[in-house]
């Protein structure tokens, strides 16, 4: 009997199959995890009779183990798989105090040999089933759904590849035309293929074979009806011809072209080597630099014109980047001397303003670079202010040839979208300091990569190393604004907000159209409870660099933490559209999708992400959304994966705390949290203002029963950000924690007001006590209303 049970049985209509974790009936097929499934395998043994609480405890998670909450959560599992409801109990019968019993008795597979059948003896009719349940069972409305989305998949593809490959208009026209004809053919099909030597089969042995011959029908009547539809199609096209598009006359409307208007390309690089393409890259970056801050000259973004080619046709720079002037040019190295040809173009006619060659030491170019600048303000005839210079910035350096070399490399890693980024980053400008100690820029560098480091793992090491840094690069040049950023960056993370948001803005005043400054601004507005003021600062950062993916994602974590979880996934969104190997972006993309209740997307997501490089976040991101389905070992696992991989971080430790304890691991589950605390006494030492970690470390201490401190920290981070939506979801579980479960649903209430998932809510097994309550189930209930 138990191995029959293994191998599948059926619960009424219902078919479980306990080595596959999976429940099947006529709506589809459900994940029941392996306790849920365990425990059902006893119950169906002695179908009919009590099994004690006890019983199933020492059975399913061994003597001394387990707890009543995790039974209590796996009958929760079972009930809602197989859609059998607590108060009217179709399979599950619960005897309080007692324990469970299985009403339906099972039917292994391998005695079940129902089938219906059409036109047989003793078989339901045509006439007796209704015309909609007649077209579910034969698979017509499944080959239906099936064909829309193949055909619209086969239009969308004409439609973007035929122009690619230069095919005549027709080809799309006959694709379209062949879809629509195919519609018919395929739902006809479904039908007829039924039939079988006279009979009609409805159903087979079992859901699981019905499903198999459902797609195999679906399959054939898909494929045969494009193929009939292509007969059919060619021959109408040969005797009649299908439509053919009128030609109109358009005139296009003539962009508005600014006067003062600049664009600097991407520099071609004629060599090929390495070292060319970092100075290519660096001559451009400093150029767009320099020429953003003349007075009266508008420049485009880095990141709008790298979206074209070196030497880009004049049109397509026109079209593309709306400017009256571009700048285009070429490196080359070759021992110690360099060559760059610049030329300044009209972009309306195309014709060149000046064109420069420079043929120098490989030692001269900043020299080259000034040039370049002046050179091309003055040939666009900016009309400067009185006593005006072309280029205003004292602060700007010299340093070696060398170490501005091994710099750039510095600043390329920084930004790369990998958890080595940083690390990597530090490598490059401790490299450019041993050429050149006095580097300024080298040591920011330095102090915005180890504050990365420190936001990436937590240590607190990370700090005083970012201190020495910038205190070096302020020493060595108070007027960089790059130092003032760094600084900037620095007092954030430890929570000295004032003092960022002077050094932000004074980065600004050297250069209005840093990036790095205002996302840096815009995250210390939102810290400072100023959220119009910070949405104002990131979208600026956006629109001054549309190509780059940071000022999307620097958006994108405002949203996130505002609550706004919907707008948060769209500028992740824009993220991986802007480089599809973003892991940071399909992390943070995922996160957002879970807290946006789109389960399936945010599982893509987080895979996605984990495929290009593992990182502890996004494993952490994973084990909380198999928390939420109620898989408690795959969370433990991904947990275990992030702790491994940022041991210093409390949160790693706490999520895996939560998983451990919901999975009756109680022992290890307060070891967890006890590394939790000490590593968020670490943090709050560093930055005690960080409602975040508040937040955390209020969890932490309320299931180490710290009640008192618990309540402290909470009430602290909801006094600093009394918007965000966690804040007072965290704030519901500890009152829970502490049996004030009036308080619990207040704050609760108030989270999803503010934004909270509630589908996460209903799904958080620390609440299970509250489900009974009719203002949880209320408030659990508007997350299905329409």
């Not at 609760?748 to 009719?774: D, T």
């Amino acid at each position: 009997m138990d191995a029959g049970l293994l191998q599948g049985f059926y619960l009424d209509s219902v078919l479980i199959e306990p080595l596959k974790g999976q429940v099947t009936d006529q709506h589809g097929s459900r994940h029941l995890p392996p306790k849920a499934v365990e425990v059902l395998l006893c119950l169906a043994r002695s179908a009919g009779d009590l099994v004690a609480r006890d019983d199933l405890l020492a059975e399913v998670w061994g003597v001394g183990n387990g707890s009543q909450e995790a039974l209590g959560h796996a009958v929760s599992e079972i009930r809602h798989a197989l859609g059998d409801h607590h108060d009217q109990p179709h399979y599950i019968q619960t005897l309080p105090k007692r324990g469970y019993r299985l009403a339906v008795h099972p039917v292994p597979v391998s005695d079940n040999t129902a089938t219906i059948a059409l036109a047989t003896s003793g078989s339901s009719t045509l006439s007796e089933i209704g015309l909609i349940e007649n077209l579910q069972r034969r698979g017509v409305l499944e080959t239906a759904l099936a064909y829309l989305v193949v055909g619209w998949l086969l239009i969308q593809i004409a439609d973007v590849v035929f122009p690619q490959l230069h095919l005549p208009d027709w080809a799309s026209t006959f694709v379209t035309v062949l879809v629509i004809a195919g519609f018919p053919i395929a739902v006809l099909l479904s039908w007829f293929l039924e039939y079988r030597n006279g009979r009609a089969v409805v159903d087979d042995l079992s859901p699981v074979v019905a499903r198999r011959r459902r797609f195999g029908r679906t399959y054939l009547s898909v494929v045969g009806a494009l193929a009939a539809a292509s007969a059919l199609v060619f021959v109408y096209d040969l005797n009649i011809g299908l439509p053919e598009a009128t030609t109109e006359i358009f005139i296009p409307t003539e962009l508005e072209i600014l006067e003062n208007t600049i664009a600097v390309l991407p520099f071609l690089n004629n060599d090929g080597s390495e070292e060319s393409q970092i100075f290519a890259n660096g001559l451009v970056d400093d150029v767009i630099t320099r020429l953003s801050r003349v007075p009266n000259l508008r420049v485009s973004s880095r990141g709008d014109s790298f979206t074209l080619a070196p030497n880009s046709a004049s049109a397509q720079v026109r079209q593309r980047l709306r400017v009256a002037m571009y700048l285009e040019g070429s490196v080359q190295i070759a021992g110690d001397q360099i060559r760059v040809i610049v030329q300044l173009i009209d972009s309306e006619t195309g014709f060149h303003v000046v064109a420069r060659t420079f043929n120098r030491l490989r030692k001269d170019f900043f020299d080259i670079r000034d040039e370049i600048t002046e050179l091309t303000v003055a040939n666009v005839r900016v009309a400067l202010p009185a006593g005006e210079q072309v280029v205003s910035n004292p602060a700007w350096e010299e340093p070696n040839l060398d170490a501005y070399v091994l710099y750039r490399r510095g600043v390329d890693a920084s930004r790369l979208p990998t958890a080595t980024a940083m690390a990597n980053a530090i490598r490059w400008y401790d490299a450019a300091l041993e050429v050149d100690a006095g580097f300024a820029a080298a040591h920011a560098g330095k102090c915005n990569a180890y504050v990365g480091r420190y936001t990436e793992s937590g240590d607190s090491t990370y700090i005083g190393s970012a201190e020495s840094a910038c205190a070096m690069a302020l020493q060595l040049n108070p007027n960089l604004d790059a130092v003032h950023t760094a600084l900037g960056n620095l007092y954030k993370a430890t929570g000295r907000y004032g003092d960022a948001l002077a050094e932000f803005q004074q980065a600004l005043k050297s250069d209005p159209n840093s990036v790095p400054a205002l996302n840096g601004l815009g995250a210390v507005y939102s810290l400072r409870r100023e959220p119009v003021k910070a949405e104002e600062s990131l979208r600026k950062a956006v629109g001054l660099r549309p190509g780059d993916w940071s000022p999307y994602n620097a958006l994108g974590s405002f949203f996130f933490a505002a609550g706004r979880y919907a707008e948060a996934a769209e500028q992740f969104e824009y993220v991986v559209a802007l480089d599809s190997k973003n892991m940071i972006g399909y992390s943070n993309l995922g996160t957002a999708y879970m807290l946006a209740s789109d389960f399936s997307k945010a599982a893509t997501a987080l895979r996605m992400a984990i495929s290009i490089e593992p990182t502890a976040l996004t494993y952490g991101n994973l084990g909380l959304m198999y928390y939420y389905l109620g898989n408690f070992n795959e969370a433990i696992e991904a947990h275990r994966h992030a702790t491994e991989l940022a041991p210093s971080d409390p949160v790693t430790w706490s999520s895996l705390g939560d998983a451990l304890w919901i999975s009756g691991r109680s022992e290890e589950a307060r070891e967890s949290f006890e590394s939790a605390v000490t590593l968020a006494d670490a943090a709050l030492e560093i930055n005690p203002n960080d409602p975040y970690m508040q937040m955390d470390m209020a969890w932490i201490n309320a299931m180490l029963d710290k009640n008192d401190d618990a309540r402290e920290l909470i009430s602290r981070a909801l006094s600093r950000v009394p918007e965000d939506p966690y804040a007072h979801y965290i704030d519901g579980l500890i009152s829970l924690r502490n049996g004030d479960s009036d308080a619990a649903l207040d704050a609760l209430e108030i989270a999803a007001e503010k934004g909270y998932s509630l589908k996460m809510m209903a799904a958080e097994p620390h609440l299970a006590e509250l489900r009974s309550y009719r203002r949880f189930q209320d408030l659990i209930n508007a997350a299905e209303a329409p």
